[in-house]
Structures are given as structure tokens and as C-alpha cells.
């Protein structure tokens, strides 16, 4: 029987179950949380996403895949606490964000790809927890230089391992596209990929053009309706699945349960408040 590593160990395939494929506990930036101790209050934070899970469970949700990559303030206490005590399986991510930052510049990509591949065989942070898909991104700046070195690195990580990656685009500039002839050129199997957000566009041509190489599309931001709102969303989805793509798109909402993009947390609910767990299952 196949086996995916989850935070608590290995899980047969079967006892995947509902899996949303793409979301987050908590996103908080390492180094503001390490020199403000205000920065992210764990005895209220930890909680929440303990009760949203549960919540979440309780309308089918069994497992999901936590994306968020070790440079966007990956915790993988967090995230071991937070699926025992929810009794939702997760999946965890390694894999660097898109955002360039100066250390970057002086690691070839085979260098990052051995922490990554230490995150799927040795385990997290000395924890034990092996990452179960590789995560790496691309966005509105495109693939720079540094930007496919992190693709490369994901691209080694996966050859080595066999693991899936899983990717962050800008719809914008067609950017899955992009990643893929980055992947391909490396000797990535297309197959084993989620090109991810693709659930923002409502661009057939484009769609089916990364579907046309073998990928996997990650229709993965249910409830930021300022991207697309849901009716929309679901009508490309429809589309997709009377043009014969059904077994080739995955389902999500790209959600936190903490993130600290924004200085007021009462805005992210503003800004989008079906932006949560429970959203695709309810709505």
C-alpha cells in the first residue's frame, strides 16, 4: 500500500480521505517573531487553529497539505500540535517562497536542494516529521535568475526523492507556464506537479495549456473573491470538467489560520471573509 509522510508519521493513501491541497496554519516571519515576542501570541493563535481544524473536520475535511515553505515562516511544532490535537491529518511542505532575499545569491540550487532533501528523508528540525511535497513559487516579478535557481532547487529535490511539488503563480504573467518549462528542462516528471493558483484565471486557453503537459492545476483560492469570485471559480471548473480535466484539478482555499501580511488581523476578514477552511464544504 502507498504511504504519504504526514506530521505524525506515514498514513496509507487511504486514509488520506477530503484533502484540501493547498493551505496554511500559520504564516509569520521568523525573524520578526525571534526579536518581538509580540509578534505572534502562540497561547491565542495555536487555539484558533486547533478549533478552525476542527471545524473543518466536521464537515469532511480528513487531511491537509500545509504549503507553507520554510522561508515564510514554516513552524513545524505548530503544525505537529496543531493536527494531533485537531485529529486532521497534515501534510507539510519544504521548498523555499519567491521572495529574493541577499543570502540567496550565494547558494547553487544542488546546495538549497540538500536542506530540502533532509526535510523529506532525515525529517524537520530535528523533529522526526518528514515534508511530504515540495513547495517553491514564482510571482509578479517572473522567473528571474534567482527565481529558477529556487525552481531548480525544487526541480533536484524532487528527482532525488520522487516527491511531488506543488507551486505558488501570479496568473498575471502566466507564470505556471513558465515553472514548467523550468521543470521540464531539468527532467521533472510534469505529472507530478500542481501548478498552483490557477484557480484565479478564468482563462481556458491558459488552463489547459499547463493541463496539456500532464500537470495538475491547483484551483486553490476559494474565498479571495478580490482575485475571483467564487461563481466564477466554479464555472471555469465546470468548464474544465465537461472538457474532460476533472481528474486533473485539485481544490483549496489557500487559507490561515494566522498570517501576518497584515498588521491588523481584523482586516484579513474584511478583506475576505470566506477566506477559511470550511468555505469549499459549506458554500
Not at 509578534?39 to 507553507?68: C, R
Not at 544542488?110 to 517553491?136: N, P, W
Not at 486553490?220 to 466564477?232: A, E, I, N, Q, W
Not at 481528474?247 to 497584515?262: L, Q, T
Amino acid at each position: 500500500m502507498s504511504k504519504v509522510e504526514t506530521v505524525l508519521g506515514p498514513i496509507s493513501v487511504d486514509e488520506i480521505g477530503f484533502c484540501l491541497m493547498h493551505e496554511h496554519i500559520v504564516v509569520s516571519n521568523w525573524s520578526m517573531r525571534q526579536n518581538f515576542t509580540e509578534w505572534f501570541d502562540a497561547n491565542t493563535e495555536i487555539p484558533k487553529a486547533i478549533e478552525e481544524l476542527k471545524q473543518a473536520k466536521a464537515l469532511g475535511v480528513n487531511t491537509i497539505v500545509d504549503l507553507t515553505p520554510i522561508n515564510l515562516g514554516r513552524d513545524i511544532d505548530i503544525i505537529r500540535r496543531v493536527s494531533e490535537e485537531s485529529g486532521v491529518n497534515v501534510i507539510a511542505a519544504t521548498g523555499f517562497y519567491w521572495n529574493e532575499e541577499p543570502w540567496m545569491s550565494g547558494w547553487s540550487a544542488e546546495q538549497l536542494a540538500e536542506y530540502m532533501i533532509g526535510d523529506i528523508e532525515v525529517g524537520i528540525h530535528g523533529t522526526g516529521a518528514k515534508a511530504g511535497i515540495i513547495k517553491c513559487a514564482t510571482d509578479h516579478p517572473g522567473v528571474t535568475p534567482i527565481n529558477r535557481k529556487l525552481l531548480e532547487a525544487a526541480a533536484v529535490t524532487h528527482k532525488h526523492t520522487g516527491i511531488p511539488i506543488s507551486t505558488h503563480t501570479s496568473v498575471a504573467n502566466r507564470s505556471g507556464l513558465a515553472q514548467q518549462d523550468v521543470f521540464d528542462a531539468v527532467g521533472v516528471d510534469l505529472s507530478r506537479v500542481v501548478i498552483g493558483h490557477c484557480g484565479d484565471s478564468d482563462d481556458i486557453d491558459y488552463l489547459e495549456a499547463i493541463l496539456d503537459r500532464g500537470s495538475y492545476i491547483g484551483m486553490d483560492r476559494f474565498g479571495l473573491d478580490s482575485y475571483l469570485p467564487t461563481d466564477k471559480r466554479v464555472q471555469i471548473i465546470v468548464k474544465l470538467c465537461e472538457r474532460g480535466h476533472a481528474s486533473k484539478m485539485v481544490v483549496s482555499h489557500d487559507a490561515c489560520s494566522h498570517i501576518d501580511f497584515f498588521a491588523d488581523q481584523g482586516l484579513m476578514e474584511q478583506f475576505a471573509p470566506n477566506w477559511n477552511y470550511r468555505h469549499i464544504s459549506k458554500d
